[in-house]
């Protein structure tokens, strides 16, 4: 989605002044345009901020420095809204822990700041300047993972004898009803997702991880394909060497949260995890894959 946003600049261009009928001069604002996206299999905010070099009435190539400099230090006032509008768990954007003073500005700028970016270049038309940035949802994940200790894990009073597995994955691709609602939804990705069981019992959140291990984050997203493969594992090299060879698979039976962020699982498979202390370990470990439509996986902001 593009956002074209006039920002008050507090100088003016000689050639961009004008006079008004008062006599006064007036001020071309430069307009300042935001494309920006999220890719949640590689965890990643995606912008590119341009300005428009006529609304600046910026003349090349004298003005290209200029408008290399205006740019650049507009990105931290465009970029504020996208992050503030990612989704932090099921009922929470980062705007609304802001709101809730969880957050504060200084915090917001600290999340915002690019992993990377390319330089400055022209666009083929050669009427803006643009810049291109990524910013780490796994940095902000870290960020916002504070607790210092793991809480406990509720252990089943009936446990069964279960397997050790060497990762959970979850597949929710599809549309799932939405526990409490008429309506159904594909699962929607967050930085912090819990799982539910078919009984609604809590089975795993960002508490009950272990914080120090887990500082570049507690979810792994990927599509289909990357769990279907013609291996002997049935997965790519990758998800082989984040989930192990012997995984616990698990189909999602429907999605909970005012945002349907959160899968929930047949309460048997939930059995299977909580029984034994190493599946136990994956929780703590985040060990957890969560397989959802690429429609959610990478999406406009």
Same mark, same amino acid.
């Given at each position: ?45 995606? %912008? ?46 980062? %705007? ?9 500005? %200084? ?12 330089? =400055? ?6 009427? &803006? ?20 200790? /793991?809480? /406990? ?5 009936? =446990? ?16 799932? /009803? ?32 272990? =914080? ?29 060497? &984040?989930?192990?060879?012997? =995984? ?14 959160? /899968? ?38």
């Amino acid at each position: 989605m593009k956002r074209l946003v006039l920002l008050p600049l507090f100088f003016c261009f000689a050639q961009g002044a004008g006079q008004s009928a008062n006599g006064q001069t007036a001020v071309r604002l430069p307009a300042f345009d935001i494309k920006s996206s999220v890719n949640w299999i590689d965890m990643e905010i995606r %912008a590119q901020t341009a300005l428009n070099l006529a609304s600046a009435n910026i003349k090349l190539p004298a003005g290209r420095g200029l408008a290399q400099k205006l740019v650049e230090d507009e990105y931290l006032r465009l970029i504020r809204p996208v992050v503030l509008n990612i989704q932090v768990d099921s009922s929470h954007t980062v %705007a609304d822990l802001l709101s809730d003073r969880e957050l504060s500005l %200084a915090d917001i700028e600290g999340l915002s700041r690019p992993a990377s970016k390319m330089p =400055p270049a022209l666009s083929k038309d050669m009427g &803006f300047m643009q810049v291109s940035y990524t910013v780490s949802l796994k940095a902000m994940s870290g960020t916002l993972l504070r607790h210092t200790r /793991p809480s /406990p894990i509720r252990r089943p009073l009936s =446990p069964v004898n279960a397997p050790v597995y060497t990762g959970i994955i979850i597949i929710a691709t599809g549309s799932f /009803p939405i526990h409490g609602r008429n309506t159904a939804s594909l699962v929607q990705p967050c930085i912090f997702p819990k799982i539910w069981d078919t009984d609604m019992n809590l089975i795993y959140e960002r508490s009950m991880t272990e =914080p120090d291990k887990n500082k570049n984050g507690i979810v792994k997203y990927v599509p289909e394909e990357a769990v279907f493969r013609p291996t002997p594992s049935g997965m790519d090299a990758g998800m082989e060497a &984040f989930a192990g060879k012997n =995984p616990l698979r698990i189909i999602a039976r429907g999605v909970f949260g005012t945002n349907p962020t959160d /899968p929930i699982i047949d309460k048997n498979d939930a059995l299977l995890i909580l029984s034994s202390d190493e599946n136990i370990n994956l929780l703590r470990q985040a060990r957890i894959v969560f397989v959802l439509d690429p429609a959610a996986l990478n999406a406009s902001l």
